[in-house]
């Protein structure tokens, strides 16, 4: 098994390659997009998926799921879900004479959380414990979840009508916040040609999960030397005293940080993380930990954040 497992993890450019080709094949013209869900996915975190309507966000998160031989759960999230909904509820069985659990779709290796706004902040809650510690607990008993767990969620932007924005606690439980925005002229005439043939569209499993598993175990091995973490540090701490920003990004969040810079080192074939490697994280992974100043001369939402993180990289010393 071990010899298997180091086989696989040698493999590892080759197998995720493989996953982002087949990513890439159905959400065209957005391999930055793609990229950063693979290592979201090697990195061992949530992903949280936010744009328009019809831009590939439930496309992205089916494909990736259909990319590994694992259960694959979706909710559709709407007013009226209950927790019981997601997490299972405790019923009693008449013929055994005694209570049963009924588990809930969050038991999966993939769970898309499809349009997450759209629920009550009570359902959106029953998610947090899955989601940190990895299981479910209902009427004082505690289920574990099968690994990997990973959960995509998908939302539209808090100015649409109808939705509940997600708390603070509940977002910095997603390693990173993405975006797929608008394809170009180019991509968009692939997909549309691509749309008009007959049936849907079938993608190949690349991985098993055991395989998945020793991929992540591998991706965690990538070496960051400690000058990139004093560099992140650095990074961390400026959004905490920044005068534009209300609260900085936390310890969980530095976390998330170093973890997915050594997920995305390993995406690109390196066995080691670079300076550019955190430039490109730190947007995704910390933008949705940041809360605004109100009284910052900045127009209000994600992108203010976006802005006061582009100009912290600007102010934090690269390491050489």
């Keep these: 098994m071990a010899q298997r497992d180091a086989t696989i993890a040698h493999h590892l450019p080759t197998k995720l390659a493989e996953i982002e080709s087949a990513l890439e094949a159905v959400i065209q013209g957005k391999p930055d997009a793609v990229r950063l869900t693979l290592a979201c ?7 949280l998926i936010e744009d328009v309507p019809g831009v590939g966000k439930t496309t992205l998160a089916q494909a990736l799921a259909r990319s590994v031989r694992a259960r694959f759960h979706r909710i ?4 009226d879900m209950l927790p019981s909904d997601v997490v299972g509820v405790t019923i009693y069985n008449t013929q055994a004479q005694e209570f049963e659990f009924k588990r809930g779709p969050v038991f999966t290796n993939f769970l898309l959380a499809d349009e997450i706004n759209r629920a009550t902040p009570k359902t959106q809650g029953a998610l947090l414990e899955a989601m940190n510690e990895l299981q479910v607990t209902i009427d004082g008993r505690s289920h574990p ?3 990997p767990f990973m959960v995509i969620a998908t939302q539209n ?6 939705t509940y924005p997600l708390p603070e606690s509940q977002l910095d439980r997603f390693l990173m916040r993405i975006r797929i925005g608008y394809p170009d002229r180019s991509a968009e005439r692939g997909i549309v040609r691509q749309s008009a043939a007959p049936g849907p569209r079938v993608l190949s499993e690349t991985v098993s999960t055991k395989d998945l598993l020793v991929l992540q175990d591998a991706a965690a091995q990538v070496r960051v030397d400690e000058s990139l973490v004093d560099y992140m540090l650095a990074i961390v701490e400026r959004t905490r005293s920044h005068e534009q920003l209300a609260m900085g990004v936390s310890p969980r969040g530095a976390q998330a940080l170093f973890r997915a810079a050594q997920a995305m080192a390993a995406v690109q074939g390196r066995e080691f993380v670079t300076p550019d490697d955190v430039k490109q994280l730190v947007v995704p992974v910390c933008a949705h930990r940041v809360l605004v100043n109100p009284r910052a001369a900045l127009p209000r939402g994600a992108n203010a954040a976006e802005a006061i993180l582009a100009e912290i990289l600007t102010l934090v010393d690269v390491p050489l």
């Design 41 to 47: 996915l090697l990195a061992r975190g949530h992903l």
């Design 76 to 79: 559709q999230f709407t007013s």
């Design 145 to 147: 979840l099968d690994q």
């Design 157 to 162: 932007p808090a100015d649409h009508h109808g």
